[in-house]
């Protein structure tokens, strides 16, 4: 997205770090060249207000459910593994045997299953 106006910081920038933005993982500097931007360019500014109140909605409606411990240990080490570059599990990248995981739709029965059945 642009506004098609010249712009120290350039929309699509912004936009690419408006999360990070919203979640306070920027350092200060960066903060303010997106706040200047946000005083410059209307449209940015709108995309700020709507994701900021999708945020507050989603914080509202979720906002007592924690997730286990475990999975947020296993999240975090993800995140960290992928900011470091590093392979993933089913990650094609690098490793040509790796393959995606996929599961058998829920209304389809095995066919062991069917033949084990018992006959009436």
Known sequence: MS??????????EVLDHLYEYLDNEMGEGDCAKLRVHFDECSPCLEKY????????????????????????????????????????????????????VTSAPLTAAPATAQAAAPQD
């Open 49 to 100: 207000g709507l994701e900021q109140a999708i945020k507050a909605l989603v914080k509202r409606s979720c906002g007592c459910d924690t997730a286990p411990s475990d999975l947020r240990g296993k999240v975090l080490a993800r995140i960290e593994r992928i900011r470091a570059g590093l392979p993933v599990e089913g990650d094609l990248v690098g490793d040509p045997a790796a393959a995606p």
């Open 3 to 12: 506004c098609g106006n010249h712009h120290d910081t350039a929309c699509s």
